[in-house]
Every structure is written in structure tokens, then in C-alpha cells.
């Protein structure tokens, strides 16, 4: 499923995550984007992907309770607005890295921002 392309704006390294029409409402998965793995997550019909880890302890965000706008890491609870990877609460401090997200003839991409 890791299908990669260069974007033509920049000539950034974008990866193809699937088709758009599989990932429903709430749908999230894990892909690579050069070495890094990226969370994707769609909720309320857009499409968000930021790092695969909490900024706390190191620990994927991939299966984190997903409200509000916001992923909670499973292991001691931080959580992180989907938009833009900002900290809300206690015990993470440190933003998650953001990456970008396109549809393309029914594909959803992923790639570096």
C-alpha cells in the first residue's frame, strides 16, 4: 500500500495510503513517510496525519481514543489536537510533528509538510 510519488509543487516524497473511499469515519492507520511512522486518521470527514508518537514517552498514537478533535495516547493519557499536534493536557509538553494529507483521483496521500 506504500505507494510513493513526488509532488510536482515541491518535489516532496508522497506516500499513497488507499483508496479514499476505505477509510470510514474513524478509520486509522499507520504508514511510512521516509523512516517515519505517520498516524492517519479521518474524523468528521477530514483526513489527519501527524507522528506515530507520543512526545511524552515514546509510544505509538495508533489506537488512541479519538474526540474533540483530539488523539489520546494510551499509555499515560496526553493528548494532542488532531489539526495541529498541539499538547492539551498533562503529561506531554511537546507538540507531535504534522504531516500533510491530499486526495487525488480517490486516493489519499500522505507527505511531508
Known amino acids: 500500500m506504500n505507494e510513493r510519488a513526488s509532488s510536482p509543487q515541491a518535489g516532496d516524497l508522497w506516500v499513497r495510503v ?10 486509522q492507520c ?12 479521518r474524523y468528521e470527514g477530514q483526513f489527519y496525519a501527524l507522528r ?10 495508533l489506537g488512541g481514543e479519538v474526540s474533540l478533535g483530539r488523539i489520546t495516547c494510551e499509555k499515560h493519557g496526553a493528548k494532542f489536537e488532531l489539526a495541529t499536534g498541539k499538547p492539551r493536557t498533562l503529561p506531554a509538553v511537546k ?3 504534522l504531516y500533510r494529507t491530499r486526495v ?8 511531508p509538510l
Open 18 to 27: 488507499g483508496p479514499e473511499a476505505e477509510f470510514a469515519e474513524g478509520h
Open 30 to 41: 499507520a504508514v511510512d513517510v521516509e523512516g517515519i511512522s505517520v498516524l492517519v486518521v
Open 52 to 61: 506515530n508518537n507520543c512526545t511524552h514517552k515514546d509510544y505509538p498514537l
Open 95 to 97: 507538540p507531535v510533528r
Open 104 to 111: 487525488e483521483d480517490g486516493d489519499l496521500w500522505v507527505g
